[in-house]
């Protein structure tokens, strides 16, 4: 564990990371656990800012190493390398300490995954199924409006259901606080804000400015973990992939635009993406879409 001084150190690199980086709370947490995974790599009790000084090549290839064999999987190993590589980085440009071999060691290769999308039919299943099955008729209502929103806005599960009553009170745009503390508009369709104003009509509950739009079934802000349930049990009914989370919505929404002709810039526009090169991924998507068709089509 770290000594006095360097828990200093890392409060300050993980408030740069909060303030001047715009981490997301869930980001900082895996980044802290990650740098405490690295001091604990120290068999003495107290690590010091001396022995992150004095560590060479090889003792930064000894820790990965002793982390590849813990059975970890490479995308948990390279978000730990990144960690630590941020913090030595930061310490670097704040002239805290300098020690470069970890710079020298090649990042691993992950392998490529497509973003998981549905068609355009299942989507709709999808959509319509929500409204089923559930322990009050609002309830279903309300499940199908957040999935209609999560499609037709491509939203994160996280975006629409932050979302408060005064943030629907136009039928043209939402404003959509994302990722990194951005904010960003996106056209918000007739059937959204049709099946957003069915719930809110038969709601139980007063659905007041200030106040969260989508309300669980005793009246507080609904959690995540409801729709990620609720999806499960479509999923059963619908014999669909295990893989298939309240995400896929949100890449059919980008995948299905892309398939209609709309470019690049717009859809990262839309999905609120830093960089073009975390939508460039769905063109991999439709192209390995457009192959497995052909090879339905042409089998030999």
Known sequence: MPDKELTKVVARWTEWLRTQRNYSPHTLKSYLSDINIFFNYFTKNKVSLSD?????????RNFFSLRAKCAIGKASIAREESA????????DDNNIMQNTAIFQIATPKLPKILPRSLDVNTTFDVLEQAQKNSSEPWIGVRDMAIFTLLYGCGLRISEALGLNVEDINTTEFLKIHGKGNKDRYVPILPIVTERIEQYIACCPYKLLPGAPLFLGAKGERLSPRIIQ????????ELNLPANITPHALRHSFATHLLAEGSDLRSIQELLGHASL???????????????????KAFPN
Do not use: C, G, H, P
């Open 84 to 91: 630590v590589r941020n913090f030595f980085k930061w310490m």
């Open 52 to 60: 992150l000084k004095k560590m060479d090549i090889r003792d930064f």
């Open 229 to 236: 349930r609720k999806l499960q049990k479509i999923r059963a």
């Open 277 to 295: 090169s975390s939508t460039q991924r769905y063109t991999d998507v439709n192209l390995d879409t457009i192959l497995k068709e052909y090879k």
